[in-house]
């Protein structure tokens, strides 16, 4: 007889068979479920996702907010919101959750509900070997459907209303084929919606545009491509990962970064660049097609130009008069604007009169539409010029060095006034009306050559009513100014109104904190509160009677930097904004005293972390590189993306500034100079910056320019690499500083010896670190003409620019051998006789 123990055991292992045997077929389903094919024995249903092989996105189905229709789309994995980028059956949704998605008996690739009503299909016709079809969803967002491992179908073909890394819009007139984007009807209905955005076709220089169904009417257009950026958008920086194909009629865009980068057309027709925002956990808009009313097609109607920053926002082009005065008057521009006279030429019907006709200069402008692009070979703005003069048809001219001659001889339309960038343009005018543009043009320069200028009289005239009127308002504003002066004291009356003119154009948005304010804030200037200290006097944390948190950079009185430095930071990095800028809260002026109050960085400086042995850990490859990368974007925008172009003069790592998240913010920019549009390059008497980061021709001539900045950033990426820095060879036996100790590496190819080995592990890129090497030695080449601008530098280090050049000996490659004046000077830590300031500024 079995015994009740023998029972039990027998039970026990049957119920633990049954266990494994559950989790087994659990396992499996899941396996199942979260692979990224679909095959003829393999389907998914309503509840079940797929999910490409490297997890960056999911297929499943879904349904909107507000609405209990089904669909099956494609959405990244990590994005808990589920923000579609495309949409399978979006014009024939679901009614109930009894879907699946499989491959159908004729092989294509379908959805069916519960009763296998068809839904949806990839309408593949010829499959004759239905068993071997299979459907992938791709680490790029594409959904392939191959056979016998062909592609034959892909959602890349049929996009909806997101544009994704890879996929291209335009359209082929040989082949018909036609991609564009089609918005959503509403945010709680996939359905195509009445917005379209398209590749619009003008030969080599095509342009996006965004139209109304149906009525087939422009809401937006880019402008033309130069084959770099659409001429038309000058804010989108990150057009230049755009790219045109070889026949010039699709357009697709890279995302080398691994930024998370995309483009969708909005259910309001608005085309919105969106990029994933990790700490968030949710996308933010980077750009918009829609970011002032301007961007609306054709606001000001014919012959006007828009201008957000004006009021009212429309005004017709110079020579020129709103066609329907009172409908103008009362907000109505579509109507826009008719000639004041009419041209010589067209007039008499006479060409090739050089002497009749003229032109106006309009800079920095978004092009009008239906521009005519030479086929000829022009490269010389004179030639456009000469080619529209001779055309009596031909109403304006532009040279895009990119695009070439364009011209115009239909109305001007979508004329929008840019801060920067943009393309000039040359507007046609009668004779009669050349010294009307005169008048009210900034240029005085006649573009045609010939000098128009006021009569004598009339000179004296404005001379005298200008002398009057500049003696009343000196007067005015001299006895306003006394009575002002009477009521202060100390010496903030007498010095902020020096430069009280110079701060930005809005001042609302800088405040002027009072000494006792900050003075509480700070515990009275309290040591526990210091972050650092240098050259200039101290740093401190303060927190605000409303919780902020800020940093208070007080001036000692015998600073190295005085009032001179201390006006140009507060102008500089006031009229300049960008995520990788330190932002200016305020600043305080009164006394003796000259503060700047900065947004608090937790994380100090750059240099705490880099060069300490304890700290240096946290900072692995990739966050390196992501402060080098931001390093740079945020010197790119200094150079050229602002509506100032500012040189730093002192980049270091000291004043690279880390976000509770290590995001790197340029500081200090007491140094910093302003340049003109036209100016390239400046020089000085005064030398200052850091010894170390300082190009030749800056220490020897006083010469700086973007290239200056391009040498210490140069520098400063091989300080990231390597984690020494630039000063350590200091008590080294070798005489090599560390650009010619990383030239020797690059020429030996030992460039391995060069990477901080905290960095260093399997997963480590080498071939990343070693490209950053390459780069930084571009940039600290001795010749300043030899180095990249930061818009290619910024290229090279992302990978859009393949193929490097080979750097050229940099500068400063032999050490100077101390000697005991320099160990003295060092012990004391006071500034060089020549003016060569040494500062060590620690993170606020």
């Known amino acids: 007889m079995i015994s009740l123990r023998i029972i039990r055991k027998i039970v026990n292992r049957f119920l633990i068979f049954l266990h494994f045997s559950l989790l087994f077929f659990v396992f499996q389903n899941c396996y199942a479920v979260d692979s990224s094919t679909i095959t003829p024995t393999k389907a998914i249903t309503d509840s079940q996702t797929l999910t490409s092989r490297g997890g960056v996105f999911k297929l499943g189905f879904f349904s909107p907010p507000n609405s209990t229709h089904r669909y099956v789309g494609i959405w990244y994995e990590f994005d808990p919101r589920q923000n579609i980028v495309w949409v399978a059956n979006r014009d ?10 499989r491959i159908a008996d004729d092989g294509n690739l379908v959805i069916v509900d519960g009763r ?11 499959i004759n070997a239905p068993n071997n079809s299979v459907a992938e969803l791709l680490d790029t967002g594409n959904l392939e459907f191959r056979l016998l491992n062909e592609s034959v179908w892909q959602s890349f073909d049929h996009p909806t209303h997101t544009f994704l890394p890879g996929m291209e819009i335009g359209g082929s007139t040989l ?11 509403s945010e709680s209905d996939p359905s195509t919606g009445i917005f379209s955005l398209m590749l619009e076709l003008l030969g080599d220089h095509p342009q996006l545009v965004v139209r109304r169904n149906g009525s087939n009417s422009l809401l937006w257009r880019s402008g033309p491509w130069n084959s770099i950026i659409f001429i038309g958008i000058p804010e989108m920086t990150y057009a230049q990962a755009f790219s045109l194909s070889e026949d010039n009629t699709y357009i697709s865009f890279k995302d080398p970064n691994k930024l998370y980068q995309q483009f969708a057309l909005d259910h309001h027709g608005a085309f919105l660049g969106k990029q994933w925002d990790a700490d968030l956990d949710n996308w933010y808009e980077f750009w918009s097609s829609q970011n002032n009313i301007c961007d609306t097609y054709g606001m000001c109607g014919p ?19 709103p066609k329907f005065e009172d409908e103008w008057s009362k907000g109505n521009w579509s109507g826009g604007c008719v000639r004041n006279t009419q041209l010589e030429c067209q007039d008499s019907g006479l060409g090739n009169l050089d ?24 490269s010389l703005l004179e030639d456009s010029r000469m080619i529209c003069l001779r055309n009596c048809s031909c109403l304006a001219y532009s040279f895009d060095i990119g695009v070439g001659c364009m011209t115009w001889d239909e109305n001007l339309v979508d004329i929008q006034q840019f801060n920067q960038r943009g393309a000039d ?65 100390g010496y903030f009356a007498s010095n902020w109104d020096n430069f009280h003119e110079e701060t930005p154009d809005d001042p609302d948005q800088l405040k002027v904190f009072k000494f006792q304010e900050l003075a509480t804030a700070t515990n009275n200037f309290n040591g526990a509160n210091m972050l650092g200290q240098g050259g200039f006097g101290q740093v401190y944390k303060g927190t605000l009677s409303d919780g902020q948190e800020i940093a208070v950079k007080r001036l000692s009185k015998g600073s190295i930097q005085g009032l001179g430095e201390f006006k140009n930071e507060v102008i500089v990095i006031s009229k300049v904004q960008h995520r990788n800028l330190v932002r200016l809260l305020g600043c305080c002026l009164e006394g003796e005293e000259k503060m700047l109050i900065y947004e608090y960085m937790p994380n100090k400086s750059l240099d705490a972390f880099l060069f300490d042995p304890t700290k240096r850990e946290l900072l692995d490859w990739k966050k390196r590189f992501q402060i080098i990368e931001g390093i740079s974007r945020g010197m790119l925008y200094l150079h050229r993306d602002s ?85 350590s060879f200091h008590h080294l036996e070798q005489s090599l500083s560390l650009l010619g100790y990383a030239w020797q590496l690059w020429n030996e190819s030992k460039m391995e010896l060069l990477i901080d080995p905290a960095i260093l592990n399997e997963s480590t890129p080498l071939a990343e670190i070693f490209r950053c090497i390459q780069v930084g030695l571009l940039c600290v080449q001795e010749c300043a003409r030899d180095r990249p601008t930061m818009s290619t530098t910024l290229s090279m280090l992302t990978s859009e620019i393949t193929t490097l050049p080979t750097p050229k000996q940099p500068a400063f490659m032999e050490r100077r051998v101390s000697t005991p004046l320099d160990s003295f000077a060092q012990s004391t830590g006071s500034a060089s006789v020549n003016h060569l300031t040494i500062t060590h500024i620690e993170g606020r």
Request: with cysteine; charged share 20%; hydrophobic share 40%.
């Open 92 to 101: 024939n949704p679901l009614r109930d959750s009894s879907g699946t998605l």
């Open 116 to 126: 296998g009503v068809v839904f949806w299909n990839t309408n593949v016709s010829g």
């Open 175 to 185: 082949t018909g084929k036609k991609l564009e984007l089609t918005s959503w009807k």
């Open 303 to 321: 012959f006007g130009s828009c201008n957000p920053s004006n009021s009212p926002i429309c005004s017709c082009l110079i020579g020129f008069k």
């Open 355 to 378: 002497s009749v006709d003229g032109f106006q200069k309009l800079e920095s402008v978004k092009v009008p539409d239906n521009a005519i692009v030479s086929l000829l070979s022009i």
């Open 425 to 489: 343009l040359y507007i046609r005018l009668a004779h009669s009306d050349i010294d009307l543009a005169l008048k009210n043009s900034t240029d005085p320069a006649r573009e045609d050559g010939t000098d128009h200028g006021l009569s004598k009289n009339g000179i004296v005239i404005i001379v005298i009513i200008a002398v009057l009127v500049g003696m009343v308002a000196i007067s005015i504003c001299a006895y306003l100014f006394w009575k002002w002066l009477t009521k202060q004291k």
């Open 643 to 727: 509506r100032l172009r500012v040189i730093h003069r002192d980049l270091k790592a000291s004043n690279v500034l880390l976000d509770e998240d290590l995001n790197p913010k340029i500081s200090d920019f007491g140094m910093a100079r302003i340049f003109g549009g036209n100016e390239q390059q400046a020089s000085t008497g005064r030398v200052v910056g850091t010894l170390g980061y300082m190009p030749p021709e800056y220490i020897m001539d006083g010469r700086f320019s973007e290239k200056s900045d391009v040498f210490s950033f140069g520098v400063l990426l091989l300080e990231v690499v390597s984690g020494r820095k630039t000063t």
